[in-house]
Every structure is written in C-alpha cells, then in structure tokens.
C-alpha cells in the first residue's frame, strides 16, 4: 500500500515531496497515484532542509575516512549556516566541540546535494545510524555529530523537475499550510487502467477513513512535522 500521498504543484505538475514513492510506483506497475495539488508560488509554502544526525561513531574518527577521499577545513560552528547559506559550502559536520565545512564550487543546488549524500553514504556504508532531525547540537550524544546542507529554492526545485534530474532523497523539506497524510492506498487501486472505476473507487476509500487534525509539531510515526497535519485513520 501507499502510506501517504505525493504533493504537487497544480500549475505545473512538479512534484514536490514523494518523486522516488513516483518512481517506484511507476516500475510496480501503478497508473495513478494519489496527489494533495498545492500552490507552489503561495508564500505560506515554504523550503527548507533536513538535518542529519549521525551516530555511532566520534567525529573526530569519522573525518579520518572522510579526509581520504575530499579536504574539510574546520571551522567556528557559528559559521556553519553562512557557509552553507551562501554556497561556499555544500555540507558541514559539527558535533558540540568541533565543526568542519566541505567546500562547494559551484552554486548548483543539485550538485551541492549530490556532493552531500555521498557523505551520506559514506556513513551509512560504515554502518552508522543515520535520522533526520533537528539541528540542536546540545542534544547530541558522544558518540554521535551533525550532518548540515544547503537550502534549495523553489526555483530549482522545478527546474529539476522539469529537467527529470532528481535531487537525492531529504534534499528538500517542504513545508505547507496543511498536510495529510495515512490514506494507506492499496496498491491494487492504483494498478487499474479504467481511470474513473480507480478514481471513484479512491474516493470511496478516503470517505470510509476518519480524520485526525493535529497541531504543528506533531510527531507522526518517526517525523516530526513542522505544519498542520491531517491524518486519515
């Protein structure tokens, strides 16, 4: 089943949160695809990021692999979001006694993000924890450190997706007046070839479930959504 909906945007089709849900449904066999359409261009839809927080393993031992393939120069932590907001950095890792930032060379949003997931990856490849988070230093543990990234424009957001160039997975977070979420559509109803047996046929499976509203901040199975949520039970 498809746990929550994708978001787009209704003037353009842009696909806004849910392109890899897309992808993967596209190759499961899926005709359609359950949308909440949003206004891009209202300000009340906002980007912003996700921070990763990395764990087991010190910094300090981290940044020895790390310096085998690039070379992070340390920083203050206080310069850590400038960097990052003026793209002289795609990727800074701070834990709470120090701070080192990847220099970036151009300002492409999609290649300061694909620079960044491969630090990503290296972490993961190295079996450590990998969530997404706030970026609050104080409340990491010892054996833990703070993966921060760019903020990609709106801007670019649709130049990629008109571009079919995919931004790897989290680059984005965007927040929007309301979001629903736990249609849990099964898939079974989104593999049918007749439009409107498949449209009526959602409908009826929305109207059968009750809605939840809750405030911003509420935390829906291991996310902690910043906006209105409407959960469908």
């Known amino acids: 089943m498809l746990r ?3 978001i787009a945007d209704s003037a353009t089709g842009a696909v806004l949160d849910g392109t890899h849900r897309l992808t993967a449904l596209s190759q499961l066999g899926c005709k359609t695809i359950p949308t909440a359409l949003i206004d891009y261009q209202n300000p009340l839809v906002k980007v912003d990021r996700w921070f990763r927080v990395i764990t087991g393993e010190k ?3 981290f940044m020895k692999r790390v310096e085998d393939r690039t070379t992070p120069l340390p920083i203050p932590a206080s310069q850590s979001d400038p960097s990052l907001l ?4 795609y990727a800074t890792l701070c834990d709470q006694s120090e701070c080192f930032t990847f220099a970036s060379h ?3 949003a999609l290649e300061a993000c694909q620079n960044a997931f491969q630090i990503e990856e290296m ?5 450590l924890k990998i969530a997404v988070d706030n970026d609050d230093l104080r409340e990491l543990s010892m054996n833990a450190f703070l ?10 957001v649709v130049e990629s997706c008109a571009s079919q160039k995919l931004f790897p997975p989290k680059s984005t977070r965007h927040l929007i007046p309301s979001r629903p979420l736990g249609l849990a559509v099964p898939l079974a109803m989104l593999k049918s070839d007749n439009y409107s047996e498949a449209e009526s046929a959602f ?3 929305v109207r059968s479930k009750h809605i939840r509203r809750l405030p911003e901040g509420s935390k829906v199975g291991s996310r902690r ?6 959960l469908f039970e």
């Open 225 to 230: 959504y910043l906006e209105e949520v409407f």
């Open 59 to 61: 910094l300090s031992d």
């Open 106 to 108: 151009g300002s492409r």
């Open 123 to 127: 972490a993961r490849n190295n079996h």
């Open 147 to 156: 993966m921060s990234t760019i903020r990609v424009e709106k801007s670019e």
């Open 86 to 89: 003026s793209r002289s950095s």
């Open 203 to 205: 409908v009826q499976h």
């Open 4 to 6: 929550h909906p994708i």
